[in-house]
């Protein structure tokens, strides 16, 4: 297996980066990370279930009967993939339709 | 839309990275294309018309009646993101099981 492809294995499923980009700000409970990426609820707790196993993020202790999440230091070693990922779509991203130069 | 997501509009989608990364090589045919990432035909041709249509890639005019692809300038600035997600899948990728410390 390449080592793209082992990184997808992780995080290339739909929703997945966007919720690690989301958490690099700092920890998010369950309710804002759902409000803010629009993720519908079965998806966001499958993902992070995922995401958890495969030790990207962590769940928090409760406070205030919120589950709550934050990266671990293997997730935030997708900070350079995620900003790459970032400026590409800022440059060439589905708001900017303009068919480059072939 | 956030920069990522639209990046993620056009690339992420599952097996479009892996299709980009391996046209970083240089152009590839179809049949080489499908037989190297062992995606299924119909899901290869379905990517291939998106990323085409995005601007990611070009369809190279047909020689010996086989159809080849190769990325665009748009294309290949996605190489600093796919060399960083490389990178995080070799230090953190499905193969290296051991769990991190939280």
Redesign the interface.
Known sequence: ??????????????WA??IV?RLMDGPQRYGDLQRDLGVPTNMLATRLRELES???L?RLPLRHNTRAYAL???GQ??R?????????????????NE????
Chains 1, 2 share one sequence.
């Open positions: 297996m390449s080592d793209l492809s082992a990184a997808l294995e992780i995080v290339g499923s739909r980066l966007l980009a495969a030790g990207v962590r671990t230091e293997r070693g997708l350079p993939a995620i900003d790459a990922l970032g400026r590409w779509g800022a440059a060439n991203g589905a708001g900017t068919r480059p130069e072939p």
